[in-house]
């Protein structure tokens, strides 16, 4: 991301004796803008991470990452407004692990990144700035999430129980399947209020896409 200052809306480079056009800005938030090269580094990484393109050319899509991109540059800034710690190295670490265990070779790895077009010190940044996202995030929404026992017994007899008999299936006791529950209506509630907070900080933010 950089700083919008006296930039206009594309980038010029001079080269092999002309003036060409290699990027543009696609959108803005307050200060900062997303480029073009920009959203084409996030899918890359997209290509990589989730087995996608390496680029895109779809107007509807390229904005779409770009309000991704948005979302994330007001939640740096959020971050930068107050004093949160860097995530460990470890949590980066692993992460890199996990990659890395989801080829079956080294040399697996290394095409998959080379088809994709980015390199390794890219994607250790790249997790590495994803760990601090996810970790502000979670100090930012998570305090007093709290999931009841009566949220439980309900989401067993209303989700669950008619689920099982609609599918003609044996229904598993509540004890059975208590810590599932409440791990998935603690993210439900996570992805609640991320999402109350996401729209919050757009709604005071001058954000523009072009």
């Given at each position: 991301?950089?700083?919008?200052?006296?930039?206009?809306?594309?980038?010029l480079l001079?080269?092999?004796?002309?003036?060409?056009?290699?990027?543009?800005?696609?959108?803005?938030?307050?200060?900062?803008?997303?480029?073009?090269?920009?959203?084409?580094?996030?899918?890359?990484?997209?290509?990589?991470?989730?087995?996608?393109?390496?680029?895109?050319?779809?107007?509807?899509?390229?904005?779409?990452?770009?309000?991704?991109?948005?979302?994330?540059?007001?939640?740096?800034?959020?971050?930068?407004?107050?004093?949160?710690?860097?995530?460990?190295?470890?949590?980066?670490?692993?992460?890199?692990?996990?990659?890395?265990?989801?080829?079956?070779?080294?040399?697996?790895?290394?095409?998959?990144?080379?088809?994709?077009?980015?390199?390794?010190?890219?994607?250790?940044?790249?997790?590495?700035?994803?760990?601090?996202?996810?970790?502000?995030?979670?100090?930012?929404?998570?305090p007093g999430?709290?999931?009841?026992?009566?949220?439980?017994?309900?989401?067993?007899?209303?989700?669950?129980?008619?689920?099982?008999?609609?599918?003609?299936?044996?229904?598993?006791?509540?004890?059975?399947?208590?810590?599932?529950?409440?791990?998935?209506?603690?993210?439900?509630?996570?992805?609640?209020?991320?999402?109350?907070?996401?729209?919050?900080?757009?709604?005071?933010?001058?954000?523009?896409?072009?």
């Open positions: 991301m950089r700083i919008l200052g006296r930039l206009a809306c594309c980038v001079a080269a092999a004796g002309r003036a060409e056009i290699v990027d543009r800005i696609v959108a803005s938030v307050n200060t900062s803008i997303v480029t073009l090269s920009d959203v084409q580094q996030e899918q890359r990484m997209v290509c990589f991470l989730n087995n996608g393109q390496p680029s895109l050319n779809d107007p509807a899509k390229i904005r779409d990452l770009a309000s991704k991109l948005v979302d994330r540059i007001l939640i740096r800034q959020e971050m930068e407004g107050g004093v949160f710690p860097s995530s460990p190295k470890s949590e980066t670490d692993a992460a890199m692990r996990a990659t890395r265990q989801r080829f079956p070779t080294e040399d697996a790895y290394r095409a998959a990144r080379d088809r994709c077009g980015i390199s390794e010190v890219e994607l250790v940044r790249y997790l590495e700035l994803q760990n601090q996202v996810l970790d502000f995030i979670d100090f930012r929404v998570r999430l709290q999931v009841t026992p009566e949220q439980v017994r309900a989401y067993y007899d209303e989700q669950l129980v008619p689920a099982w008999t609609k599918n003609n299936e044996a229904a598993q006791p509540l004890d059975a399947v208590r810590e599932q529950i409440i791990a998935l209506l603690t993210e439900n509630e996570i992805n609640t209020r991320l999402d109350a907070w996401m729209k919050d900080l757009r709604a005071q933010a001058e954000i523009r896409f072009r």
